[in-house]
C-alpha cells in the first residue's frame, strides 16, 4: 500500500510510522511561510496537532481525530490522527534551486 501523501499547494505532507528520535517540540502550528503575501500553511485548530524540528526537517503530529490544514489561497485539507513529514516542493533548474512560488 503506498504511503499517504498530501498536497496543500506548495507543501507536501508525508505519512511516516514515527517521528525521528531527538525531534524537538515547536511552539507553533505554521507549516510554511508564504514568502510574499504574508499567508501561511497553518493548522487551523491549536489542540489538534504539534509540530516538531529535527535538523531540517520538519514533522506534523495529529493527535486529535483530525486536523484542518489552512492557507488563504487554498482550499482546506483534513489529516487523519498520525505523524507526517512536511515540506515545500522545490524547483530545480540548471542555475540554482529555490522554493516553488505558490
Known amino acids: 500500500m503506498p504511503t499517504p501523501l498530501y498536497r496543500h499547494g506548495d507543501v507536501l505532507i508525508a505519512l511516516v510510522p514515527a517521528l525521528p528520535l531527538g525531534a524537538r517540540p515547536r511552539p507553533d502550528l505554521v507549516l510554511a511561510p508564504d ?40 482550499r482546506p485539507i483534513e489529516l487523519p490522527r498520525g505523524t507526517y513529514r512536511v515540506w515545500q516542493q522545490r524547483e530545480y533548474t540548471p542555475e540554482r534551486v529555490r522554493i516553488v512560488l505558490d
Open 35 to 74: 514568502e510574499f503575501g504574508g499567508h501561511r500553511h497553518r493548522v487551523a485548530e491549536p489542540t489538534a496537532a504539534r509540530l516538531f524540528s529535527h535538523g531540517d526537517l520538519t514533522f506534523l503530529q495529529v493527535t486529535a481525530e483530525r486536523a484542518t490544514v489552512i492557507h488563504e489561497d487554498h
